[in-house]
């Protein structure tokens, strides 16, 4: 594939290898924050390469492992009203709420429905007049500007039985809670390259210079990841801490204004609990009063549901960087892609649904 | 009269009613298709002479959404389905059953489409279709039409091949291109229509499995990897031989749209499924020959020797990225679910 191939070079991939083991003199220890990134680097079998001094640690980059168990909730108690179609990315089904998931939900009646973005919801409201579409907004930047763009529409079409729950959220508070933690320690930031399409490096800017943590933003093929490692190690290892892009192909700097134009025009940054981290103060994103219309939150009285984090399990420690899959009791054992208990098993990008599909060749 | 339904309307529930409509269906429709000396008797069951030998016996549901696809349809994945399922336990197929469950307000030009596809790959494959059975069921209690047909195919003395008889050092062959079909289907999904030229791989491996059998009498095991694709069919080898496998990525042929495609998709053409291929497990020293025997089969121009039986990681599947590192190949889970971002 023509612009893919060249990153999956193995002897550009050998070479870089090669200069990450003459770079590296120290243990280091990476966090790559993106979800994409940990699923690239299990899928490619890239930690046998590095050498023992590294580690990867993966962050709370995966939007749906990040969504907390009252969110899920919420969503379930909208799939239980009358008339209410939800549509929503796939990997949601799965997540278990405090009782229960939206697909054991559906098997019970509900009517929930699989799209892949949210302009298919937006169709879905269109063919169905007589029905409410409920779109279960779930993603970090990337994701947010597009089903700002819908909402727009939506409310220019004057389409009135369509609505977002919006659970988005921003990177840059939850960025610097880890980087703040004494828990956790980081050497150096594998930054989300789709994200920063979008954000730009301000925040990393900000990562770099305060916390002396240097930052890479990464594209998602093994060659960009493999770069990026290496220019990380150089950095530790010659003691500086700047930004560089390697995703120069789609990320420029000041990120897509456009895209955050449109985003700040329809939301509005919130409190929002995060997985893992808990209340994080203006990390989530909800509909500005212009488009009260189209906001579910304000549209639907969703009753206060008690949550509960699963028992034993350690998804919050993962998303932070502190623990890894194998440390959990849990993991292959009561918890596996099949039967999730907690949510990095469910996305396909999550932390553990990664170990547990690709790797594990050492650790099984 | 036999013409009067022909080429239009739709079916109803009379023509599941056993009556007048139904014969007529039936003589229309279906026998003028399948015409053949069994079939014809119209008797309660076909009685045939099978060769000495021992007898395989396979059955399967078709219920594919959508019933058309580019490159075939669910009339030539049942009979190729079915066809495929004997071939790979090394049997050659000779009769099949098939039964139909069709909606009330099924096209009778649909029907028509199907049976034509049926017919067609029964010639191809050298099967015929002995007897059968049609049902009606009212609008909403099945999707348009469900097709069942069972197999029936004779084993060659000597021939033993199963999914237990993997051994290690056993060079495993790929016959062709992975997912094709798999992703042929999404391409026309409602909600995810989306272009490509890409076409199902639907086809009946009988004759290609045929000529690879002249060539080794060490044939251990063989699948085709349909749904939950080569990954599903290597993990159920591996835990049936009780053996590993280890496959190297770089050798999976995979074309560029199925790669393309299950980029954007978020899915590994590894569990994408296949209707036209098949795993073959052969002992080392003829593998090269029975490759270059497949290959001359129009269904297996691609094949690939993809990987080999290992007597370590029992019960698993490993391969060697492209890379270099190494990563399991897990059984997939159910439906792959789009991801997100």
Redesign the interface.
């Known amino acids: ?1 023509k612009y ?1 191939d060249e990153f ?1 070079n ?1 002897d550009i ?2 070479r870089l ?1 090669k200069r990450i083991r003459e770079a590296c003199h120290q243990r280091i220890t990476l966090m790559e924050v993106c ?2 990134h940990t699923v690239a680097i ?8 590095l050498p023992k001094e590294i580690t990867l640690i993966s962050g709370p980059g995966c ?2 492992c990040v969504t907390p168990v009252s969110d899920i909730d919420r969503a379930i108690a909208l799939s239980q009203k009358d008339g209410v179609i939800i549509a929503t ?3 949601l ?2 997540v278990s709420g405090s009782q229960t998931s939206l697909l054991k939900q559906c098997s019970l009646g509900a009517d929930v ?4 973005s949210a302009y ?1 919801a937006f169709y879905l409201a269109e063919q169905n007049p007589e029905r409410q579409v409920v779109f279960l907004g ?3 930047e ?2 947010a500007p597009t089903v700002a763009a819908v909402i727009r529409r939506a409310r220019e079409a004057g389409l009135n039985n369509f609505s977002v729950l919006s659970m988005h959220k921003v990177l840059p508070p939850a960025l610097l809670s880890l980087v703040t933690s004494p828990q956790v320690k980081i050497n150096g930031f594998i930054c989300p390259g ?1 994200v920063s399409t979008i954000i730009g490096t301000g925040i990393y800017k900000r990562v770099a210079a305060d916390f002396h943590i240097p930052c890479v933003v990464a594209g998602f093929e ?1 060659v960009d990841i493999l770069q990026a490692i290496a220019l990380l190690v150089e950095q530790i290892e010659r003691g500086e801490a700047k930004v560089e892009i390697q995703y120069l192909r789609a990320v420029s700097p000041e990120g897509n204004l456009k895209a955050m134009a449109i985003m700040d025009d329809v939301f509005e940054t919130s409190d929002s609990i995060w997985r893992g981290f808990g209340m994080l103060p203006q990390s989530g994103l909800k509909l500005k009063a212009d488009y009260a219309q189209c906001d579910a939150e304000r549209r639907y009285n969703i009753p206060p549901v008690k949550s509960q984090e699963p028992p034993g399990c350690i998804c919050g420690d993962i998303l932070r960087g502190i623990k890894r899959p194998p440390d959990c009791s849990l993991f292959k054992k009561l918890c596996t ?2 039967n999730p208990v907690g949510a990095c098993m469910v ?3 999550g932390t553990c649904a990664a170990y ?6 050492n650790i ?1 | 009269m036999k013409q009067d339904i022909r080429g239009k309307g739709t079916i109803t529930l009379d023509h599941g009613g056993g009556g007048r409509a139904y014969r007529e269906l039936i003589h229309t429709y279906f026998l003028p298709r399948f015409a053949n000396p069994y079939l014809e008797k119209m008797d309660d069951s076909a009685v045939v002479e099978i060769p000495q030998g021992r007898v395989a016996m396979t059955t399967d549901c078709y219920v594919v959404d959508p019933i058309f696809f580019p490159g075939g349809n669910i009339g030539s994945l049942a009979v190729c389905g079915t066809v495929n399922d004997l071939s790979v336990q090394g049997a050659r197929p000779l009769f099949l059953s098939a039964g139909f469950i069709l909606e009330e307000g099924l096209s009778l030009n649909d029907l028509e489409k199907i049976l034509i596809a049926m017919e067609e790959a029964c010639r191809e494959a050298g099967v015929i279709i002995v007897t059968g059975d049609t049902k009606v069921v009212p609008k909403g209690k099945a999707d348009k039409i469900f097709i069942n047909t069972t197999g029936i195919g004779i084993i060659q003395p000597g021939v033993d091949i199963s999914g237990s008889n993997a051994k290690a050092g056993d060079k495993i062959i790929l016959s062709g291109t992975m997912g094709d079909h798999g992703i042929a289907i999404l391409s026309q999904r409602e909600g995810l229509a989306f272009d490509t030229s890409l076409k199902s791989d639907v086809a009946p491996l009988n004759h290609m499995v045929r000529q690879c059998l002249t060539m080794s009498r060490e044939i251990h095991a063989m699948r085709d990897p349909t749904r939950g694709g080569v990954a599903a069919a290597l993990n159920e080898i591996a835990l049936q031989s009780n053996v590993g496998i280890r496959i190297n990525d770089a050798a999976i042929p995979v074309k560029e749209e199925v790669r393309a495609a299950c980029e954007v998709l978020g899915l590994d053409p590894l569990s994408v499924a296949n209707e036209g291929k098949l795993l073959m497990f052969v002992v080392p020293g003829d593998a090269l020959r029975v490759l270059e025997e497949m290959r001359k089969n129009r269904y297996g121009k691609g094949a690939q020797i993809i990987g080999e039986v290992i007597p370590d990681y029992r019960g698993r599947v490993i391969m060697a990225t492209a890379m270099g590192g190494t990563r399991i190949i897990d059984m997939p889970l159910g439906e792959q679910l789009p991801r997100i971002c």
């Open positions: 594939m893919v999956r193995r991939a050998e290898v979800g994409t299990h899928r490619n079998g890239l930690p046998e390469l939007p749906v990315f796939g990997d089904l799965r429905r699989i799209v892949y298919d779930v993603g970090f990337t994701t789709h093994p892609p099949d996305s396909s990008e547990y599909q690709f790797s594990g060749v099984a």
